[in-house]
């Protein structure tokens, strides 16, 4: 066979119809599943991933740093006058 026969054939041939199932098994709803959260992924963009990191970061930071306590607004008690206070559930 030369060039133009091989085009000639070409331009008849026809390829094979796809089978039904195809459609079902390509275009299926996806399934949620338990095993997703162990197996599943989701993917997010490199720059979104690092912000992420490093608002959590500094979460972190924030919240195992201890508060800062100043004593210049310290007084001391002038009168102390303690007072008991019972319920009504507790006996004279």
């Known amino acids: 066979m030369n060039d133009d026969e091989l085009r000639s054939m070409l331009k008849t041939w026809q390829a094979p119809a796809a089978p039904a199932e195809l459609r079902c098994r390509v275009f299926a709803p996806p399934r949620l599943s338990w095993r997703w959260l162990f197996s599943g992924?989701?993917?997010?963009?490199?720059?979104?991933?690092?912000?992420?990191?490093?608002?959590?970061?500094?979460?972190?930071?924030?919240?195992?740093?201890?508060?800062?306590?100043?004593?210049?607004?310290?007084?001391?008690?002038?009168?102390?006058?303690?007072?008991?206070?019972?319920?009504?559930?507790?006996?004279?």
């Not at 924030?62 to 004593?71: D, E, H, I, K, N």
């Not at 007084?75 to 006996?91: A, G, I, M, W």
């Open 41 to 92: 992924e989701i993917r997010v963009p490199i720059p979104l991933a690092v912000a992420f990191a490093a608002v959590l970061l500094f979460i972190a930071y924030r919240v195992a740093q201890p508060p800062s306590a100043s004593l210049s607004d310290f007084r001391q008690v002038q009168q102390f006058q303690p007072r008991v206070v019972k319920s009504s559930y507790e006996n004279d």
